[in-house]
């Protein structure tokens, strides 16, 4: 799934995760609930945490 934003894309909402022990593992649980919402990319909003993360991200769709 991509994760840059292109102008072309619609937001069709938002998705949030919690208890991510690594970037790649909270980027890849953001795809998973993107895929769900029938997302075509995410653009990555907000990202941090310590011993687990927490990220959200804005869905899009082509």
Do not use: C, P, W
Request: net charge positive.
């Amino acid at each position: 799934m991509a994760r840059h934003y292109f102008s072309d894309n619609k937001s069709i909402g938002y998705g949030s995760v919690i208890g991510a022990g690594t970037l790649d593992q909270a980027e890849q649980k953001l795809n998973n609930k993107a895929r769900a919402m029938d997302g075509d990319a995410i653009h990555i909003t907000s990202m941090g945490g310590k011993n687990k993360l927490f990220a959200t991200a804005e869905v899009l769709k082509n």
